[in-house]
């Protein structure tokens, strides 16, 4: 079992920066990708952005690709979502995700955090 809490949330203007951080606790990540959705209501949750917690290699949705930058801390168990020139459009809630795994037709989710408003004022 992996618990997930997210901080860093908030209200911004457009073409602001906002860093999220997920704080992981539980069981050993070392296999895992680690990342983050976000979600609109009425919408379904999508994919923004991931990291192997093994070996850094990161993936991102195309719309983020240069404005978003995720990381990890391996030692502290964090991981970041560093949003640059936000966006209007990028008003969700975002969640950090565990354990996520790739399919060509999506991904799924084993570990949720409760999520973290952000919004971007134009």
């Known amino acids: 079992q992996v618990q997930l809490v997210e901080s860093g949330g908030g209200l911004v203007q457009a073409g602001d920066s906002l860093r999220l951080s997920c704080a992981a606790s539980g069981r050993t990540l070392s296999t895992q990708i680690m990342g983050w959705f976000r979600q609109v209501p009425g919408q379904d949750r999508e994919f923004v952005a991931g990291v192997s917690w093994n070996d850094g290699l990161t993936y991102y949705q195309n719309t983020v690709k240069g404005r978003f930058t995720v990381s990890r801390d391996n030692t502290a168990n964090i991981v970041y979502l560093q949003m640059t020139s936000l966006k209007p459009e990028d008003t969700a809630v975002y969640y950090c995700?565990?354990?996520?795994?790739?399919?060509?037709?999506?991904?799924?989710?084993?570990?949720w955090g409760q999520g973290t408003q952000v919004t971007v004022s134009s």
């Open positions: 995700a565990g354990d996520i795994r790739r399919y060509r037709s999506g991904y799924t989710v084993l570990y």
